[in-house]
């Protein structure tokens, strides 16, 4: 049982260059949580899903998209990216709203 | 709109000196209110968090949060720290509502245990 697993760990892109970062989760959890965390800023939501097949916005959504077209995966993308959104992304978990979020290892991305 | 401060952004104390780590909160609605422990380099795990079952919640590691309305506050205790205890604190909170819990952070406290 792997919990929630992030790929990649770290990774460097230029401004204006795309990328997906995955989550998964082996807990056949509902809900899934994309954060980003920034020094003094705690973390804060930047999309969720309640269920296979939808996504909503969170707190901070500008500059991003998701999917959940399988239950188990949590993507986000950044379709263009820049230096703004250079911060340490962490996605996490839950079986309902009101259970435990489980947070997955972090991914730390530098847009230059 | 919900939000959380966390007074203090550093907290340096001796090991075996009492830990305690201040949360004060904003809701307009009933909260569930979270602490959360991140050590170097890893996620969040939770600590404890209070559902507005008993105000006094005991949580891993010997960890204490008291859930105060007329304050709002949830501070979190210890009352003995370990070396092991070295490192960043969050304390959120969300409502009660239908859906996704959406968490509500504060900006974190450091905590550094001296010899």
């Known amino acids: 049982n792997a919990g929630v697993t992030q790929t990649p760990k770290f990774r460097v892109l230029k401004t204006g260059q795309s990328m997906t970062l995955l989550c998964a989760q082996d807990m056949n959890h509902e809900y899934m949580y994309w954060y980003r965390q920034d020094p003094g800023m705690g973390l804060r939501l930047i999309h969720y899903?309640?269920?296979?097949?939808?996504?909503a916005k969170g707190e901070v959504p500008d500059g991003y998209n998701v999917s959940r077209l399988k239950k188990q995966n949590f993507l986000l993308g950044l379709e263009s990216a820049a230096p703004s959104q250079t911060s340490v992304y962490f996605c996490?978990?839950?079986?309902?709203?009101?259970?435990?979020?489980?947070f997955g290892p972090g991914t730390r991305l530098t847009v230059t | 709109a919900q939000s959380v401060t966390q007074l203090g952004s550093h907290v340096s104390v001796s090991e075996g000196a009492l830990v305690l780590l201040r949360c004060n909160y904003s809701s307009s609605v009933p909260p569930y209110l979270f602490w959360y422990v991140q050590y170097p380099n890893q996620g969040l795990q939770l600590l404890l968090k209070?559902?507005?079952?008993?105000?006094l919640v005991k949580g891993i590691n010997g960890f204490e949060a008291e859930f105060k309305k007329s304050e709002t506050s949830f501070h979190l205790t210890k009352p003995s720290a370990h070396m092991s205890d070295a490192a960043e604190y969050f304390c959120?909170?969300?409502?009660?509502?239908?859906?996704?819990?959406?968490?509500?952070f504060g900006q974190g406290t450091r905590l550094t245990i001296n010899p």
């Open positions: 996490a978990s839950s079986i309902s709203g009101v259970h435990e979020q489980y």
């Open positions: 209070y559902t507005s079952a008993a105000t």
């Open positions: 959120a909170v969300s409502d009660h509502g239908q859906g996704a819990q959406k968490l509500v």
């Open positions: 899903s309640v269920g296979e097949g939808t996504t």
